[in-house]
Every structure is written in C-alpha cells, then in structure tokens.
Nanobody, 124 residues
Framework: QVQLVESGGGLVQAGGSLRLSCAAS????????MAWFRQAPGKEREFVAA????????YYADSVKGRFTISRDNAKNTVYLQMNSLKPEDTAVYYC?????????????????WGQGTQVTVSS
C-alpha cells in the first residue's frame, strides 16, 4: 500500500508557475510508477504526466508538453510537477496517482492509488 498527499496548489496568474508535490508513504515507493491527472468541474479526469519508477521515462499530455515537467526523488518519497507558463485552461484539481505495475500511462483506470487532490486556479 502507498498513501499519497498532494500540496502546492493555489491561485496564480496566467503565465505564472507552480510546483506541485506529492508526498508518498508506504512500502516500495521507489518501485511505483507515478502520474499526475487533473479534473476540471464538469469534466472527466484527464492525464497530465507520468514517470516510471526509475525516473528514466516520462510522458506528457500534448496540452502540457513543453510547459510541465514531472520528476521524482525516491530518496524523499516525493513526486513533483513543475508547471510553467500556466493558462486558465490548466485550472483543475490535480491528483497524484501511483501503481506498482507497468501501467498504461494515460489510462486513469490503470492506477490503483490516488491522493485527495490539490486545487490549481489560473486567472487571466
């Protein structure tokens, strides 16, 4: 089992930056594949970014590619999402997700563990 707690959300102006953190606890954190998803009001949860357990492979949704960077520090049991050049369309609740298995990176149903989410609001 792994427990995930997101932090770092808040209000930011368009063009600004935020860094989200996902603090994990539990066994074998370093072996978990990690991802960020987001969900805006009235919309389905969508994939944002993912990183393999080793950190050697990353994946990004086209909508955030070039602006967001996912990273992990296994020594600190933490996954990060650096968000630059934020747009109002990025406004959503951001969720950290984890799975021990080799997952389909973009599939919301592939992840077994989820944090409670952190709100990101980008004003224009």
């Amino acid at each position: 089992q792994v427990q995930l707690v997101e932090s770092g959300g808040g209000l930011v102006q368009a063009g600004g930056s935020l860094r989200l953190s996902c603090a994990a606890s539990g066994r074998t954190f370093s072996r978990y594949n990690m991802a960020w998803f987001r969900q805006a009001p009235g919309k389905e949860r969508e994939f944002v970014a993912a990183i393999s357990w080793s950190g050697s492979t990353t994946y990004y949704a086209d909508s955030v590619k070039g602006r967001f960077t996912i990273s992990r520090d296994n020594a600190k049991n933490t996954v990060y999402l650096q968000m630059n050049s934020l747009k109002p369309e990025d406004t959503a609740v951001y969720y950290c997700a984890a799975d021990l298995h080799d997952v389909i990176w973009w599939d919301v149903h592939a992840y077994d563990y989820w944090g409670q989410g952190t709100q990101v609001t980008v004003s224009s």
